[in-house]
C-alpha cells in the first residue's frame, strides 16, 4: 500500500487566528494527506521539531493573517540552512499589515527561504505536487538519497 503524503500545518508565531489552519487541515485530510497540525503561534523552532519528528514529511504549509509573517519567520533562513526544516515552506494568508499591500512585502519572504506563496487554499493540492516534484528532482540532480541536506530550492 502507497505511504500516505505528509505536511506539517501550522499558524505562523504571534498569530492566533484558527478558523483557515482548521479549513486548510480538513480539506488536505479530505483528500487524503496526513496533515500535522501545530495550530496558532508555532515559532519557526517548533516546526523544526516537527521536521525533525516527521522526516516523512514533505512541506511545511505556515498560515499568518496578522501581519507579522515576516517577523514570525525571522528564524527560517538559520533553520533551513542548518537542514533542520528540510523540506520546501509554503505560506499563505494576509502577509502583512494594512488593506494595501506591497508587492515588495513577498520579496522578503521569498529571501527569508519560503519557496512557495500562495494566494488560494484551493491552490495546495497542486503547489505540493509541484514542491514534491522539484525537491525529489533538486535530490535526483545530487544522487543523493532523501532527505540529505538541505537544497537550495528556487523560489517561484
Ligand atoms: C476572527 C478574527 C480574529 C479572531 C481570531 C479568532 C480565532 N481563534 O481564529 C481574534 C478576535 C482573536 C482576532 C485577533 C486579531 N486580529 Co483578527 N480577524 C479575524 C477576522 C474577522 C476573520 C479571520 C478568519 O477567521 N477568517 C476566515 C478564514 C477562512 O478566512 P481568512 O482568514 O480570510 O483566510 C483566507 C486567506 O487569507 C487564505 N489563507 C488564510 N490562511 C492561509 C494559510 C495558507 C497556508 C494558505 C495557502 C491560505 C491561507 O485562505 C482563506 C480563505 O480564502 C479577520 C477579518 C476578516 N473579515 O477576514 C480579522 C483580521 C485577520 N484580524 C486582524 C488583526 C489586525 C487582528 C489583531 C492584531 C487585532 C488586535 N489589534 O488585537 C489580533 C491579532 C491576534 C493574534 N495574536 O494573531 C486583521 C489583519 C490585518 C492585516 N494583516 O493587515 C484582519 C484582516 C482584520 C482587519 N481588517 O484589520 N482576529
Avoid at 8 to 23: E, F, P, Q, R
Avoid at 73 to 92: E, N, Q, S
Wanted: hydrophobic share 45%.
Amino acid at each position: 500500500m502507497p505511504q500516505q503524503r505528509k505536511i506539517i500545518l501550522g499558524v505562523a508565531a504571534s498569530d492566533a487566528h484558527a478558523v483557515a489552519n482548521h479549513l486548510i487541515a480538513h480539506a488536505l485530510r479530505g483528500i487524503g494527506y496526513t496533515v500535522v497540525n501545530l495550530g496558532t503561534c508555532t515559532p519557526v523552532a517548533e516546526f523544526a521539531q516537527a521536521c525533525r519528528e516527521h522526516p516523512d514529511a514533505e512541506a511545511v504549509v505556515i498560515g499568518s493573517l496578522n501581519g507579522h509573517a515576516h517577523e514570525d519567520l525571522r528564524d527560517l533562513p538559520a533553520a533551513k540552512a542548518a537542514g533542520t526544516i528540510h523540506c520546501p515552506v509554503a505560506l499563505g494568508g494576509n502577509l502583512s499589515v494594512g488593506s494595501r499591500k506591497d508587492p515588495s512585502a513577498l520579496d522578503r519572504l521569498y529571501r527569508l527561504g519560503v519557496d512557495r506563496i500562495v494566494a488560494d487554499p484551493t491552490e495546495l493540492p497542486a503547489v505540493l505536487d509541484e514542491l514534491r516534484a522539484a525537491h525529489a528532482a533538486v535530490y535526483a540532480a545530487a544522487g543523493a538519497a532523501e532527505p540529505a541536506a538541505e537544497p537550495v530550492l528556487v523560489a517561484s
